[in-house]
């Protein structure tokens, strides 16, 4: 996806900043990441950097501030994770091949700030602590491998504006009201973690949960990336929500 930071200087018409003017903004105390991974190992860096705080990539004539700050934690009970528009959960609730750990696990969220503005640029589930010795796409059954870095890409698509990480397990014990109708509580609970141009939840149900948020400048279509440490086990999830342009030419 081209990246047009450019319209970092919009803001204020950015659909998602002004689409309830009436909102809150949150005085939350942020959990912001402190710690530095040991070793950066394989690339995109970025996909590891962006959640350090002091990172900046340089876009146009614009000098954008990184940080990562941690939601909570998403509950892994199957190991079978969907990524996707919650709107869709119908269609597009489907499980990756990829089976990942479980247990609860950290979801963390890289900001790029602008001023005092600022947008979710990628997010995603920490399994461990273990260096990414490689990338790899997040693949749906009969999906075939891409080159990471490559022209095409496997994703997911999102028509408003929010992306959501469940187990799914969890989509058994979850009302899809609660998720394709936006004056149900998930959408409350984001309200609650509303910053002008970003929120998201970690939204419980029983015994499950599911983490949400709002993805990038809004719509669009969005890769999905798996981390494998050194032993060829997950210890990522990540989606890019295309905010840069760092793929190969």
Not at 70 to 95: R, W
Not at 196 to 204: E, F, G, L, P, V
Request: hydrophobic share 40%.
């Amino acid at each position: 996806m081209k990246f047009i930071l450019i319209v970092f200087t919009l803001f204020s018409c950015n659909n998602i900043s002004r689409q309830n003017d009436s909102r809150k903004v949150s005085t939350e105390l942020l959990d912001t990441i402190k710690s530095v991974p040991a070793k950066i190992i394989t690339t995109p860096v970025l996909f590891e950097t962006a959640f350090i705080k002091g990172t900046t990539q340089r876009v146009n004539n614009t000098t954008l501030n990184l940080y990562g700050i941690t939601i909570g934690k998403i509950k892994v009970v199957s190991g079978h994770l969907i990524a996707c528009d919650p709107l869709h959960i119908d269609e597009y609730g489907i499980p990756f091949t990829q089976v990942f750990p479980t247990g609860e696990f950290p979801v963390q969220l890289s900001i790029a700030r602008s001023n005092d503005e600022g947008l979710i640029a990628f997010a995603r589930i920490k399994f461990s602590e273990e260096p990414v010795q490689k990338w790899q796409f997040a693949l749906l059954k009969g999906q075939e491998p891409l080159p990471v870095g490559g022209a095409d890409i496997h994703g997911f698509g999102v028509d408003g504006s929010v992306g959501i990480f469940v187990d799914k397990e969890a989509i058994k014990f979850l009302d899809n009201e609660a998720l394709t109708n936006m004056d149900t509580e998930l959408y409350k609970e984001m309200d609650k973690h509303y910053h002008k141009t970003w929120r998201y939840a970690i939204y419980n149900f029983g015994q499950h949960n599911l983490a949400s948020f709002t993805t990038g400048f809004g719509d669009g279509r969005y890769a999905t990336y798996i981390g494998f440490d050194a032993n060829g086990k997950p210890c990522r999830l990540l989606a890019d929500f295309g905010l840069f342009d760092w793929r190969k030419k």
